[in-house]
Nanobody
Framework: PLVESGGALAQPGGSLRLSCVASGFTLDSYTVGWFRQAPGKDRERVSCIDYNDGSTYYTDSVKGRFTISRDNAKNTVYLQMNSLEPEDTGVYIC????????????????????WGKGTPVFVSS
């Protein structure tokens, strides 16, 4: 499974770092994506990182503020979120796809094999 952590209440302009840890399999051959589910809204693809060359994708609203990275030795993918805005509020869920490209996962919304349960982020003053 995948287990997310790091979600919390944050103030606008603040920062959080989310972690997605895999157990039972190694992430080396998996593209990993972060998705968010806000109340009353469709699930949104936030960011993905490719298994092959580390290429990344960010949805427009988080470009320049969020950074996705991976540490295969720790079997973990991170999402560093800076300059948080109230619109970033939601449950952040990670997913992994074996040999999936970041384009497939974050552009075509396909190729996910595992999903975590999510970690909540609430941005408010």
């Amino acid at each position: 499974p995948l287990v997310e952590s790091g979600g919390a209440l944050a103030q606008p302009g603040g920062s959080l770092r989310l972690s997605c840890v895999a157990s039972g399999f190694t992430l080396d051959s998996y593209t990993v994506g972060w998705f968010r589910q806000a109340p009353g809204k469709d699930r949104e693809r936030v960011s993905c990182i490719d298994y092959n060359d580390g290429s990344t994708y960010y949805t427009d609203s988080v470009k320049g503020r969020f950074t996705i990275s991976r540490d295969n030795a720790k079997n973990t993918v991170y999402l560093q979120m800076n300059s948080l805005e109230p619109e970033d509020t939601g449950v952040y869920i990670c997913a992994a796809g074996l040999f999936t490209t970041y384009e497939a996962m974050c552009v075509l919304d396909s190729g996910m094999d595992y999903w975590g349960k999510g970690t909540p982020v609430f941005v408010s003053s």
